[in-house]
Antibody
Framework: EVQLVESGGGLVQPGGSLRLSCAAS????????MGWVRRAPGRGLEWVSS????????SYADSVKGRFTISRDNSKNTLSLQMNTLGADDTAVYYC???????????????WGQGALVTVSS | DIQMTQSPSSLSASVGDRVTVSCRAS??????LAWYQQRPGRVPYLLIS???TLRSGVPSRFSGSGSGTDFTLTISSLQPEDVATYYC?????????FGGGTTVEIK
């Protein structure tokens, strides 16, 4: 059974940083692209970032480009999202997601973690 | 960037009704279209990929159609457990984009 478990969420002040992690199990991690999708309170789903299976290709939403960095450690089956210069608009539940393919120009996601709440507030 | 527009934003229907949700892409995305279901308090769940390929285990009352810019999610006979918000997603290329969602309720 695929399991994606996020950690690292919490309350952070505007301008601060936070690092999310996702521990993956139940599938061959290195064979799949991964990503992050968020849902802000009262809003719909927003794709944040994706990373191909071998860390060769990364992409970001314009809203986070230059502030967020996605990475993976295939030896530890973990995905991370370093978030810097956080603002109120970044307040959301962040989902770790598994793509259906290893690499490509785009992905859809067949497994989702339970989500990590990030609250940006003073 | 591709923009995805869903309609309606919400609907209310009776058990057993046929329900359709529309999704329009701002540019041709071929069949790179996925549908997700998010039940209240639950995480999103992939229902359909490649516009019409039903995920294994998803009830056959769900179906997807379309290509290019216009897509449809159909629930042939609405059930109480189908109460959820449904999202379409373009995955032709980054940036990946979701539609705004359609909330389905039971009348």
């Amino acid at each position: 059974e695929v399991q994606l478990v996020e950690s690292g969420g919490g309350l952070v002040q505007p301008g601060g940083s936070l690092r999310l992690s996702c521990a993956a199990s139940g599938f061959t991690f290195i064979n799949y692209a991964m990503g992050w999708v968020r849902r802000a309170p009262g809003r719909g789903l927003e794709w944040v970032s994706s990373l191909s299976h071998n860390d060769g290709s990364r992409s970001y939403a314009d809203s986070v480009k230059g502030r967020f960095t996605i990475s993976r450690d295939n030896s530890k089956n973990t995905l991370s999202l370093q978030m810097n210069t956080l603002g109120a608009d970044d307040t959301a539940v962040y989902y770790c997601v598994k793509a259906t393919t290893a690499a490509g120009r785009g992905y859809c996601f067949d497994s989702w973690g339970q989500g990590a709440l990030v609250t940006v507030s003073s | 960037d591709i923009q995805m527009t869903q309609s309606p934003s919400s609907l209310s229907a009776s058990v057993g009704d046929r329900v359709t949700v529309s999704c329009r892409a701002s540019h041709d995305i071929s069949n790179y279209l996925a549908w997700y279901q998010q039940r209240p308090g639950r995480v999103p769940y992939l229902l359909i990929s490649a516009a019409s390929t039903l995920r294994s285990g998803v009830p056959s009352r769900f179906s997807g159609s379309g290509s290019g810019t216009d897509f449809t999610l159909t629930i042939s006979s609405l059930q109480p457990e189908d109460v959820a918000t449904y999202y379409c997603q373009s995955y032709v290329s980054a940036p990946l984009t979701f539609g705004g969602g359609t909330t389905v309720e039971i009348k």
